[in-house]
């Protein structure tokens, strides 16, 4: 069976043009894995191991060495509209990646294919993808300050979907949220990949997390894979030691969070228009 992504020996240098008397080294370089549709691969390391820099190669958004199919088709570069359109990243910071003067549902509206073609059909489309998300309706047109961390990652990834990709690269996507939020975050993940049979590549520097989201894993040290496998058999026996240290630093949540932080709710920030009120609002007074 063709695999819905495969990369293969993908590379990444930055700046070789600039200094193209010195051969520069590649950041990146030899990273091979295949994602099925419906499947998730997790991509983990530290920070500087090049996670982001894969990431982007393979949307498109860096230059690359090595091949990558989609469909079994290999990619040309530049990549024409319609394939980019096939591969979507979502970010980790929501509120960067969301205009802050633009409601939820327009900011949908303008990233729909054109094949959408008159305002009603786009507001309706718009609206579709809000609920695939699970966005409560009452915020479909709220502006993005309105919203809470998790809520604006939830409209990233509508946003994401905007275009009907098969493939979602989501760089950090959870990382900014708190634990509880985080894993609405992952279970929305798992069931659009149910729902749609999209391939995920979840890149993040939390194990525990790849491991609860994902079906395989790699995980890279200085611009390599070092080690990649079932997430059960990298977890359960990593062939590298560098593996089993990193999975020996994973804390857990009982580490990580004084008592008092526990069950601590998240904090939205305060109403920003000058007609919301003062007060700061909490998850519980909004659905997640
Ligand atoms: N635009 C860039 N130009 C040059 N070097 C970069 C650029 N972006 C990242 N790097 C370098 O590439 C390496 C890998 O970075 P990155 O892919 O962001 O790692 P990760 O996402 O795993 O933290 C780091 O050493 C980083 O400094
Ligand atoms: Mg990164």
Redesign the pocket.
């Known amino acids: 069976m063709t695999a819905l992504l495969s990369v293969e020996s993908l590379s990444v240098t930055?700046?070789r043009k600039r200094s193209r008397r010195h051969e520069t080294p590649p950041?990146?370089s030899g990273v091979s894995f295949e994602v099925d549709a419906g499947a998730a691969v997790g991509i983990v390391?530290?920070?500087?191991?090049?996670?982001?820099?894969?990431?982007r190669a393979i949307v498109g958004l860096l230059p690359s060495d090595g091949e990558i199919r989609l469909n079994g088709e290999l990619l040309s570069s530049p990549r024409p509209a319609a394939v980019r359109r096939k591969m979507q990243m979502v970010f980790q910071d929501p509120t960067s990646s969301l205009n802050p003067s633009i409601r939820c549902d327009r900011a949908l509206m303008q990233v729909l294919p054109d094949s959408f073609a008159d305002a009603d059909a786009r507001r309706a489309r718009a609206h579709e993808l809000l609920e695939q998300v699970r966005l409560p309706s009452r915020l479909f047109s709220a502006w993005p300050s309105e919203l809470s961390g998790g809520q604006r990652q939830r409209v990233a990834i509508a946003r994401a979907l905007a275009t009907d990709p098969e493939v979602l690269v989501a760089?950090e996507a959870t990382s900014a949220l708190d634990v509880s939020v985080q894993a609405t975050i992952l279970d929305l993940l798992t069931t659009l990949r149910a729902e749609t049979g999209i391939g995920l590549v979840f890149?993040s520097?939390d194990l525990a997390v790849v491991r609860a989201t994902c079906d395989d894993v790699l995980v890279?040290k200085d611009?390599l894979v070092v080690e990649q496998g079932d997430v059960e058999t990298v977890y359960g026996s990593p062939a590298q030691p560098y593996t089993r240290q990193l999975i020996d630093a994973v804390p857990t949540v009982d580490d990580a969070r004084p008592r008092r932080l526990r069950h601590k709710q998240e904090t939205v920030p305060r109403w920003v228009r000058p007609d919301s009120g003062t007060e700061p609002v909490t998850a519980t007074s909004i659905t997640q």
Do not use: C, L, P, Q
């Open positions: 930055y700046g950041t990146v390391g530290e920070s500087g191991s090049g996670k982001s820099t894969t990431a760089d890149i520097h890279m611009g």
